[in-house]
């Protein structure tokens, strides 16, 4: 953050910031005919990279109103082309802002860890997967238009050199190995799409538990998004289930669902050779990770700051010069 820019959470909190982004959100809302409830919108949060309002209408809808800041990757502009090319993929957007990095869309329902257990949550999982492969494939005719409107392209070997100029400065044991999973991991020639870069079953909509109800799931908040190799979406993805349900390490768990995701690729590479370098995927991908979580905090409070990075950053460095090193 540069001097005299104020930190995003304080600015999403003053009165002024509100009232502009209300007007914003009736003038949205008038253009389809709807009218906001008088008593919303509400705030239910606000976080270093982003804050949303909830907003209800007089005829009974709901809807969802997010401001990102302006270091992270430009969803207004990634649910635009999204929705070229995969709209049944994502929620629709009712009104998007770039200059302001604000978007207002509907309610979408529950979420999928929401209608998920334990028990069905492999399951459902896979099937969220496959359908999230075959969005990233659809990206690949919208990756310049992506990276023309400010999302990050960060190919594998441009991470490391990323790491060797900031954080891996000081641990310069992990560039060969950095170095070598890279090269490994691209030589296999899938394409750069859109990378989420936090995949977990509380970024995906889906109506009920049934797996008839993962066939409309749709995948929203991309504020970490990059265009890269896809491979990297497994890092989240495969630690969700225990993350949200409290399941134990399982290498058969992971085994089914990587198998479901790269099932979408198998035509472009063999699934043996993907297995392969999958581990130098995960390694790469804990790369974007941090960048991202840097980024997300570049207009953060010293408070925030102090909350996230030994959360976030810290831990993840830690496993990459671990599995560089060990």
């Known amino acids: 953050m540069t001097t005299g820019e104020q ?18 959100i009736d003038e949205a809302l008038e253009r389809r005919g709807v009218v906001r409830v008088p008593v919303t919108p509400r705030q239910p ?4 990279w982003s804050t949303q309002l909830v907003v209800d209408t007089t005829d009974g809808r709901r809807m969802w109103f997010k401001a990102s800041s302006p270091s992270t990757s ?10 070229a090319v995969a709209p049944d993929r994502v929620p629709e957007m009712w009104a998007g802002d770039d200059e302001h990095g604000w978007l207002l869309m509907a ?8 209608v998920a257990d334990g028990d069905s949550i492999v399951g459902l999982w896979s099937g969220a997967l496959r359908r999230y492969a075959r969005l990233q494939r ?5 990756v310049d238009t992506l990276v023309d409107a400010g999302v990050p392209h960060w190919q594998p070997d441009d991470l490391v050199s990323w790491w060797m100029t900031g954080r891996g400065a000081g641990h310069r044991e992990t560039e060969r190995p950095l170095r070598e999973a890279a090269a490994r991991l691209s030589s296999v020639g899938l394409p750069s799409t859109i990378e989420h870069n936090d995949l977990h079953a509380g970024n995906v909509f889906c109506a009920d538990g049934s797996a008839g109800a993962i066939h409309d799931s749709r995948f929203f908040d991309w504020g970490d998004a990059y265009v890269g190799n896809p491979l990297g979406s497994l890092l989240i993805a495969l630690a969700g289930p225990a993350y949200h349900f409290g399941m134990p390490a399982d290498p058969e768990r992971d085994g089914r669902l990587v198998r479901a995701y790269l099932s979408v690729w198998a035509d ?4 043996s ?8 995927a995960l390694l790469i991908a804990r790369l974007a990770r941090v960048r991202a979580m840097e980024r997300a905090l570049e207009r953060a409070t010293s408070a ?12 993840t460095v830690r496993d990459i010069v671990r599995e560089t090193t060990s």
């Open 74 to 83: 430009p969803e207004p502009a990634i649910y635009r082309s999204l929705a």
């Open 268 to 271: 472009l590479v063999p699934s």
């Open 7 to 24: 930190p995003t959470s304080q600015l999403w909190q003053s009165d002024a910031w509100r009232r502009e982004a209300t007007r914003w």
């Open 107 to 114: 309610d979408q329902g529950p979420l999928l860890r929401e």
């Open 45 to 48: 949060r606000v976080r270093a």
């Open 273 to 280: 050779r993907l297995q392969a370098v999958l581990p130098d």
């Open 138 to 142: 659809a990206t690949v005719e919208v």
């Open 304 to 315: 925030e700051r102090a909350e996230w990075t030994p959360r976030v950053i810290d831990t």
